[in-house]
Nanobody, 114 residues
Framework: QVQLVESGGGLVEPGGALELSCVAS????????REWHRQAPGKLREVVAA????????NYSPAVKGRFTGSRDNAKSTLYLQKMSLTSEDTAVYYC???????WGQGTQVTVSS
């Protein structure tokens, strides 16, 4: 059974921080590129960060570069996203993704509000 299980979403005030995690099981995820996506209400889903199999190459969207940090722990099959200096523009459902094979997490809601 392939599963990508996310945690860490919730409500945070502007300027705050939180960390998302995604634990994968049922396939050898350590061999594959892993990504974080997000989708805000009324907007298209976008890639936030992409982390290579060994974690050495990370690409970020311009909107989050310098504020978000992606990482992975292959021994734990876990993907992380550290999020800092959050604004209302970061409010979205965040998804864990492997492009190939094509698997998605269930999504976790992040709401940035006072």
């Amino acid at each position: 059974q392939v599963q990508l299980v996310e945690s860490g979403g919730g409500l945070v005030e502007p300027g705050g921080a939180l960390e998302l995690s995604c634990v994968a099981s049922g396939f050898p995820v350590s061999k594959f590129l892993r990504e974080w996506h997000r989708q805000a209400p009324g907007k298209l889903r976008e890639v936030v960060a992409a982390i290579s199999s060994a974690g050495g190459t990370i690409n970020y969207s311009p909107a989050v570069k310098g504020r978000f940090t992606g990482s992975r722990d292959n021994a734990k099959s876990t993907l992380y996203l550290q999020k800092m200096s959050l604004t209302s523009e970061d409010t979205a459902v965040y998804y864990c993704h492997t492009p190939t094979p094509n698997f998605w997490g269930q999504g976790t809601q992040v709401t940035v509000s006072s």
